[in-house]
T-cell receptor, first 116, second 112 residues
Framework: EAEVAQSPRYKITEKSQAVAFWCDPI?????LYWYRQILGQGPELLVQ????????DSQLPKDRFSAERLKGVDSTLKIQPAELGDSAMYLC??????????????FGPGTRLTVL | GENVEQHPSTLSVQEGDSAVIKCTYS??????FPWYKQELGKRPQLIID?????GEKKDQRIAVTLNKTAKHFSLHITETQPEDSAVYFC???????????FGAGTRLTVKP
């Protein structure tokens, strides 16, 4: 069964450093999402792509976060500089998007970021 | 934008009992309501979903009900088992190409 892949699974960094996370969605899925999940809370959408275009980045802290999906397949989320409050699980999800009327999303295993 | 509230935040039941988790949403245009189960350290996984054109959906021991007028939906788990212990999230969205808003989660513990 196809799954969403993410790497790394764990990342420890010091504040003010740059970090990057990678996501490979299920093949053929047009829509890709990046979520941040703070311990004990639900996932919070950071950015949503439809193919290579950003559909929604209203909750992305653009002064330090950036995301790209250049060829409309895999995606990278970057934080520069990292802050202590960025410690969280970063989840990537994908959905069929165009080919489905509803938004069933499939999640990757996540990257757990710890900022020291 | 959409706002989803979920209750209770924690729920403890005895094995074999039923568990009910409730969510409310604010955007009347929302038409898709999934429920995700997240075990400790694992990814959220879809367990059941409901579209706005139906009021109830059942899959074995799991059922979801939707009241569009009141803008609330609920997850019902019958004959609970210890392996049902996890965090459950509800969510709401307006279909494809629209972002999904999640509730804060309910930590369900099923005691053997």
């Amino acid at each position: 069964e196809a799954e969403v892949a993410q790497s790394p699974r764990y990342k420890i960094t010091e504040k003010s450093q740059a970090v990057a996370f990678w996501c490979d969605p299920i093949s053929g899925h047009a829509t890709l999402y990046w979520y941040r999940q703070i311990l004990g809370q639900g996932p919070e959408l950071l950015v949503q792509f439809q193919d290579e275009s950003v559909v929604d980045d209203s909750q992305l802290p653009k002064d330090r976060f950036s995301a790209e999906r250049l060829k409309g397949v895999d995606s990278t989320l970057k934080i520069q500089p990292a802050e202590l409050g960025d410690s969280a699980m970063y989840l990537c999800a994908s959905s069929a998007g165009r080919t489905s009327s509803y938004n069933e999303q499939f999640f990757g295993p996540g990257t757990r970021l710890t900022v020291l | 934008g959409e706002n989803v509230e979920q209750h209770p935040s924690t729920l403890s039941v005895q094995e074999g009992d039923s568990a009910v988790i409730k969510c409310t949403y604010s955007d009347s245009a929302s038409n898709y309501f999934p429920w995700y189960k997240q075990e400790l350290g694992k990814r959220p996984q879809l367990i059941i979903d409901i579209r706005s054109n139906v009021g109830e959906k059942k899959d074995q021991r799991i059922a979801v009900t939707l009241n569009k007028t009141a803008k609330h939906f609920s997850l019902h788990i019958t004959e609970t088992q210890p392996e049902d212990s996890a965090v459950y999230f509800c969510a709401a969205s307006r279909g494809a190409n629209n972002d999904m808003r999640f509730g804060a989660g309910t930590r369900l513990t099923v005691k053997p």
